[in-house]
């Protein structure tokens, strides 16, 4: 019998390691990482991966507009 964890709750689910910014979130934990979770001495990272996740999220928006029955 196959694992609830293993299919995604809907099928457009994606996981974090699919994602385009992928390596800017493991960039980002890695430097959390190397300063001891001193997040002042990571936030260009993080500031690399929010600009991702928001560009990624206007891609998204706009593919689905798109696609929209009522456009």
Do not use: G, W
């Not at 991966?49 to 798109?66: D, H, I």
Request: glycine content about 0%; proline content about 7%.
């Amino acid at each position: 019998m196959a694992s609830k964890a293993a299919t995604p709750p809907y099928p457009s689910a994606a996981r974090i390691a699919d994602s385009p910014c992928y390596p800017q979130y493991s960039a980002s934990l890695k430097c959390l990482e190397q300063y001891n979770s001193d997040k002042s001495k990571c936030q260009e990272h993080f500031d690399v991966y929010k600009e991702c996740r928001k560009k990624e999220r206007e891609a998204r928006l706009e593919r689905n507009r798109s696609r929209s029955l009522f456009s």
